[in-house]
């Protein structure tokens, strides 16, 4: 079986474009191309941008190989000198992006792509892949790990994922998200996401007995065990052969740092329950953990409760984003070149006015108030417009002109950073610990209004007058037409 080429990830009329594209000399020009979303997951108020490395590293291995280029031959559509120019081919273009663990939100670009035309075409499917799942997947995360309340959640979800990438990319979006760790070792090996695990039901079911398995285990990992304690009877076995096993193998060591996992039944009840049990015992320090199809209204609900958890174990409903798997984003032209190199804005219009695009090449400001730091909204401005902090700033709502909003006591900060420039990759990705520590002081600096879990307050994404200009010539236009 031929080995997998991701330049072949790619949806078929890429390359009937593409060839077109060829053949009228379109190739030569140069295009651009925004990555954005129209709505969040969860009906949530913000997203997190997540996949950006995936795409850095396959835009500096793009290429075809002969077997590649034979399969396209065999369909006998293809215009043999563009087979020819697949067989050189390599990205060439620029690339701009929000870092990863950036908040997010609708209708601004996260990523855009100016290159000639069959190389920003060829790179859709790949990109929106990448940043489509991971990002849902890094949400998804954050929005389990802010209904924890400052207790750790783990990533439990590889034999549920949909496939081994979905599994392993889909860990390192969770970890990006906030989760602390994971339980696939792949993804440790390949990403740096910590991972760790202790045991399943078959371990215990193994021996004669539950006290024999967890006399075994702690023996043989002293350091910080976790014993599952549900595979007959939680508290009239689990839990007092977890105390009774800790206090002959662990205490006798001076080791006092144990943990039990609830994985069945009323997990509220029983964690109040077992953390009684294990304080009467004096294992004070003994945590516990909880799994079990959690999500982060399950999560709340426990908190609510009063649950004595101090560790969350998430799977399914996390590696799938299940209550809402899909992100939404899309791919759209936005500006070409002419043959002079004038920038020449282009807008897709629609009877559904939600799918009516932001036209142009562009820059995206995020202005902070200077006094509490927080976020106060988001501006779509026109490639060559600079924004001057220090005085006061008037702001557009794309739907209505008459709603401005001007800001005084401002900062702002250019949120698409140069990771391509001419083919050549300019950008260090930072450590996954320090994406993850970025998106947690990220997400910080919004307010607790747009935070919300349900109807979060709408956060502002408006368009600079020059934009809005622009856009409103170009729907005239379209409308006459």
Known sequence: MKQENLA?????????????????????????????????????????????????????ELHFEEEDIAYLRSKGIFDEEFLSYLANFRFTGDV??????????????????????????????????????????????????????????LEFGSRRAQGASGATVGARAAYIGGCAGTACALTDELYGVPAG????????????????????????????????????????????????????????????????????????YLSKKARKMLDEAGLTECTITASNSLDEGLIRDLMMQGAQIDTFGVGERLITSSSSPVFGGVYKLVAV???SGEIVPKIKVSENTAKITNPHFKKVYRYYDKESGKALADELCVYDEIVDSTKPHTIFDPNATWKT?????????????????????????????????????????????????????????????????????????????
Request: with cysteine.
């Open 405 to 481: 909003k001007t800001l005084t006591g401002f900062t702002a900060r250019e949120l698409l950073v140069p990771v391509f420039q001419n083919g050549a990759c300019v950008y260090d990705c930072p450590s996954i610990k320090e994406i993850a520590a970025y998106c947690k002081e990220q997400v910080d600096l919004l307010w607790d209004e747009v935070k919300r879990f349900e109807n979060p307050h709408t956060y502002y994404v408006d368009l600079s007058k020059k934009l809005y200009d622009i856009k409103g010539i170009l729907l005239s236009v379209a409308h006459e037409s």
């Open 337 to 339: 070149e002419d043959e």
């Open 197 to 268: 695990g202790t045991m399943a039901h078959s371990w215990i079911m193994m021996f004669d007995n539950e006290y024999e398995a967890f006399k075994a285990y702690c023996e043989l990992y002293p350091d910080n065990p976790t014993l599952l304690v549900d595979t007959y009877n939680t508290l009239k076995s689990g839990v007092p052969n977890a105390i009774k096993v800790f206090k002959e193998v662990l205490l006798p060591q001076g080791k006092t740092k144990c943990a039990i996992r609830l994985d069945s039944g009323d997990i509220s």
């Open 8 to 60: 072949m990830l790619c949806d078929f009329y890429e390359f009937t474009m593409s060839n077109g594209y060829f053949k009228n000399g379109f190739y030569k020009r140069n295009v651009y191309f925004d990555v954005f979303f129209r709505k969040v997951p969860d009906n949530g108020g913000f997203a997190i941008a997540a996949g950006l490395e995936q795409v850095i590293e396959y835009l500096k």
């Open 96 to 153: 701009y992006a929000v870092p990863e663990g950036t908040p997010v939100f609708p209708n601004e670009p996260i990523m855009t792509i100016k290159a000639p035309a069959i190389e920003a075409q060829l790179v859709e499917t790949f990109v929106l892949l990448s940043l489509n799942h991971q990002s849902l997947i890094a949400t998804k995360a954050n929005r389990i790990v802010r209904a924890a309340q400052g207790r750790a959640v």
